[in-house]
């Protein structure tokens, strides 16, 4: 794909497998938590195969739109769509069905099980998941070979990167057509971080939908496509990575340029 600059990596290795990516669009979603309205105008696509980013302050609403992707917060106004089906108010359990994988904010991981346990787990929601599951189990210790030496330890005992990398790994097992990825880069060094973007990297270099989130507007306004800017609720910026990176706007707010 054009549009992805090179950054070397030792894991992040393509599994040389094939996936359809399919098109998430989200149109002028509203949502909030309880009577506080958060997000406004949330409108955002990421067509098939594609890698987007979505960047932002804190609060801004990123992890809350990726939450209402998912089917954990409700839209109170605008609809989703996933690979033409409308999701704007399916379960999470649906979403998932239908080909969504999220690594959410802080992983989420089950600390007393095991690494192999947790990306187990990835699977279960879904029979295509589970009748492939030793191969796509194959396949992420391919991209991440860290996690196969570290199969039987407990995730809590991870470093961060490790953890992360099982939190995209358990995604990974769902078979997603979209990944949706809140802030992966958040307490790893500089080399973990490149090495968790690497993954990303080539699980869209396979045709999976990439939809990232991040605070790290450097490193991923480098690698996606097509980027958006969230402020206070409401997108108010799109364009091409190499356009956001030479906007002075981005460069004042996001990089301290
Ligand atoms: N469960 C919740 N209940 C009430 N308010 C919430 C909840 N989760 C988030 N918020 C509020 O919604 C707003 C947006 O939060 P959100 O987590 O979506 O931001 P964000 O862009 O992901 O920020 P960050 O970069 O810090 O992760 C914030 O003002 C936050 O306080
Ligand atoms: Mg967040």
Do not use: C
Request: no cysteine; net charge neutral; proline share 4%.
């Amino acid at each position: 794909m054009t549009g992805l600059r090179e950054i070397s990596a030792p894991e992040g290795r393509s599994t040389g497998q094939r996936r359809a990516g399919q098109e998430l669009v989200i149109e002028h979603l509203a949502a909030g938590y309880g009577k506080v309205q958060v997000l406004w105008d949330v409108s955002v696509r990421v067509g098939p195969g594609e890698f987007v980013a979505m960047i932002g302050a804190n609060g801004a609403g990123k992890t809350t739109t990726l939450r209402a992707v998912s089917g954990v917060v409700r839209a109170s106004g605008g609809r989703i769509g996933l690979g033409g089906q409308d999701i704007t108010r399916a379960t999470p359990s649906q979403v998932v069905a239908l080909g969504l994988g999220h690594v959410p904010e802080g992983r989420e991981l089950f600390p007393l099980m095991t690494v192999r346990e947790n990306l187990d787990l990835g699977a279960a929601m879904r029979a295509e998941a589970r009748a492939a599951q030793q191969q796509t189990l194959e396949q992420v210790y391919t991209l991440f070979p860290r996690l196969k030496e570290r199969a039987g330890q407990l995730a809590g005992t991870l470093s961060g990167g490790e953890q992360q990398m099982v939190a995209v790994g358990r995604a990974l097992m769902g078979l997603p057509s979209v990944l949706v990825v809140d802030e992966p880069s958040l307490g790893l060094s500089p080399l973990m971080t490149q090495t968790v973007f690497e993954a990303l990297k080539a699980v869209n270099a396979e045709g999976v939908s990439v939809l990232l989130v991040e605070q790290n507007v450097g490193l991923s306004l480098r690698l996606a496509h097509r980027a958006y800017v969230l402020e206070n609720g409401q997108v108010v910026k799109e364009g091409t990575g190499e356009a956001l990176l030479a906007d002075p706007g981005v460069r004042a707010a996001y990089l301290a340029l």
